[in-house]
């Protein structure tokens, strides 16, 4: 019993060693790995939970007001000129002399008379309307030249409307013992009546009564075309 005795004491004794791992011993025996129950996640702290990103939906934007559009108002047109206003109104200008006088004549109560005895007077023919596509009515009339002699020499003469008031604008002349009938003003054209003759008659032998009409062409008034018929006095 003795001899068994110190023998088991020792053998436990270097198992004691072995197994605590005591400072002298080293083993050999393969590491094992310990996988943590499912039960150790619930002692851990838990993880924070980041708050989800709830997307905001924007409002939608106001529409932008309709532009309203405002029509500009159409200036007033002027008074439509009368023929009674060219008893005082300006006959040629620099830019369209009338029978070569470099300047206009002014005309007092439809009459000019001049120092070198010329007279001009305004003839009873008028016409009234919008000549030149400006909404504001123009005029037409017409003035007889006599020099002394015995001619007298007729003009077709335009005037625009300058607010209300009578502007020279063209001319067309229609020539020696030319009277004019009538004239009318419509569709931006003056239409003229006058009474002419053919080629070879003498100045005293009036056989035509002719239709012509005009447009205005910078200084001038522009014959665009005429009709002829016969006309006895």
């Not at 997307?55 to 106001?62: Q, V």
């Not at 063209?170 to 003003?185: H, I, Q």
Request: hydrophobic share 40%; glycine share 10%; proline share 9%.
């Amino acid at each position: 019993m003795r001899r068994t005795l110190p023998s088991f004491a020792a053998v436990t004794l270097a198992c004691l060693l072995t197994a605590c791992g005591g400072d002298t011993g080293t083993t050999d025996t393969a590491s094992t790995t310990v996988t943590p129950s499912a039960d150790a996640s619930t002692d851990a702290a838990p993880a924070a939970i980041a708050p989800s990103a709830t997307p905001t939906t924007a409002a939608p934007a106001a529409p932008a007001p309709a532009e309203t559009l405002t029509a500009k108002p159409k200036p007033p047109a002027a008074p439509a000129l009368t023929c009674k206003q060219l008893a005082g109104a300006h006959v040629g200008s620099a830019k369209a002399p009338y029978n070569g006088y470099p300047d206009h004549l002014p005309l007092t109560e439809g009459r000019w008379s001049g120092e070198d005895g010329a007279t001009v007077l305004l003839q009873k023919p008028c016409g009234i309307g919008d000549l030149d596509g400006d909404g504001a009515a123009d005029a037409v009339g017409v003035v007889a030249l006599n020099g002394g002699g015995s001619g007298t020499f007729f003009t077709v003469l335009a005037w625009r409307n300058s607010g209300g008031k009578p502007a020279f604008r063209a001319l067309a002349d229609l020539g020696d013992r030319t009277p004019v009938l009538s004239v009318k003003v419509a569709g931006q054209q003056a239409t003229v009546v006058w009474l002419t003759r053919s080629d070879g008659r003498s100045m005293a032998e009036l056989a035509i009564r002719r239709t012509s009409t005009y447009r205005l062409s910078g200084p001038t008034l522009a014959e665009v075309g005429h009709t002829d018929a016969p006309y006895t006095p």
